[in-house]
């Protein structure tokens, strides 16, 4: 049995136990959401089409995790106005394993959809399975040496001004290594912190910071080019 639901102004066909990435949903991970706009529901030869919607047909899903998509480069340019911006964005989306397709009015019986097996982890593997595995561990990425003429200044960042130094500077941060060593953790902390509204990520701060340590031109510079 399949259904067609609308969500998100988008539509998705969907079945029982499948995975659906659909726009952010309300709730967390195990909580349970229902999709009431089902625009079709089948099985087999037996289609039922809505008008627009299915009557007494409900969809019901259990979310599975709350993530952002990859990033989106938006790139603006005016020609010969040296005008250039680039700005990035992940849309944040919910996954959502669906449990039930409903018609008749019925209502969800809250049951959970089986979710896929998952390799056992090494303390519960026996002793003897322990032993063999000797698959060596990920090698971590070791950091670019700072390039000889290297000069730590936050201020070579592009966008970054004297007023943004300040604000950087009373929140701890100094140094380009500061930058360059921050999580997605750090980025968000700061930025709901000294309220730069999305400018750290959307300016690369970060990948701006290692390229000024590893003694590249700063972006800003080879964007005005």
């Known amino acids: 049995m399949f ?6 102004g988008k539509q998705y066909k969907v079945a029982a136990n499948d995975l659906v990435r659909v726009e952010k949903l309300a709730g967390e991970a195990g909580d349970a959401v229902t999709f009431e706009n089902v625009l079709m529901v089948g099985a087999d030869a037996d289609v039922t089409l809505g008008t ?22 938006i790139f603006k340019k005016k020609r010969r106005q040296h005008y250039r911006r680039k700005n990035g964005h992940r849309q944040e989306l919910t996954l959502v394993r669906i449990t039930e397709i409903l018609t ?6 809250g049951k959970k959809a089986a979710a896929p097996k998952k390799a056992a982890k090494a303390e519960d593997r026996p002793a003897d399975a322990k032993a063999t595995d000797t698959k ?12 000889a ?16 130094e300040k604000k950087l500077a009373a929140a701890g941060v100094t140094t380009l290594a500061q930058i360059a060593a921050w999580t997605e953790a750090d980025i968000a902390k700061f930025d709901a912190e000294l309220d730069f509204k999305g400018r750290i990520e959307r300016d690369e701060w970060v990948a701006q910071a290692k390229d000024l340590i590893a003694g590249k031109p700063p972006r800003a510079k080879i964007d005005q080019q």
């Open 3 to 8: 259904a067609v639901i609308k969500t998100g």
């Open 52 to 73: 627009p919607l299915v009557d007494g047909a409900l969809v019901a899903g259990e979310v599975v995790e709350q993530f952002r998509d990859k990033k989106v480069i």
């Open 104 to 109: 008749g009015g019925a209502k969800p019986s």
């Open 136 to 147: 060596p561990a990920k090698a971590e990425k070791a950091e670019a040496a700072p390039a």
């Open 149 to 164: 003429d290297f000069k730590d200044d936050v201020k070579l960042i592009g966008g970054v001004g004297p007023a943004m």
